[in-house]
């Protein structure tokens, strides 16, 4: 059996924690503290991580960490990125403007960009249907990236364990 880490990010309330909580086997350790912040309709907000854990069917375990959403806690976001196996970027489509939150994640994590692979998972389409996704792909292009974007409801196991089956799979493909 090995272990792996996959980091899941973005901002506050696109969907980390309940992300994990959707696929992890054990109840997810989160750290949570009172919303301080009134731009955001959030009782709580996580302040540390949050972490949880998925054996896939090969055995290897999965370790999922969930950062911080504020870009004043990008020092746990540097911390949690050591080791990882790759990115998950969570947004929010009804938030006021989701293609400036992405590039706050793709400057955060740039020199990790540079090597692990990265999967966007874009929520709240339903109800938020603008920017599409191609506003997002184009969005990458022009910061130099190309990874998947996939529409995502964090609150469905099938759309996170998608996420992270393209996620392993820009791996696998990197592997051979």
Known sequence: MREHKII??????????????????????V????NNDRRVDKAL??????YGQLT???GDRIRLFGTPGQERF???????????L??????????????????????????????LPCVVGVG???????????AYADALEQAGHVFPVLPVDVRQREDVLLLMDVLLSQLEADLA
Do not use: C
Not at 8 to 29: D, F, H, Q, R, Y
Not at 31 to 34: A, E, G, L
Not at 88 to 108: H, M, Q
């Open 56 to 58: 896939l069917d090969n």
């Open 86 to 115: 790759g990115l998950i970027i969570l947004t929010d489509n009804s938030r006021p403007d989701p293609l400036a939150d992405l590039r706050v994640y793709l400057d955060g994590f740039a020199t990790e960009l540079s090597t």
């Open 124 to 134: 709240r389409l339903e109800s938020h249907p603008h920017p599409e996704l191609q």
């Open 31 to 34: 750290t949570d503290v009172v």
């Open 8 to 29: 899941l990010t973005g901002t506050m309330g696109a969907g980390k924690t309940t992300a994990i909580a959707a696929v992890s086997e054990t109840p997810p350790i």
């Open 74 to 84: 990008r020092f746990v976001w540097q911390a949690l990125s050591s080791g990882a």
């Open 45 to 50: 907000t996580t302040v540390g991580f949050d």
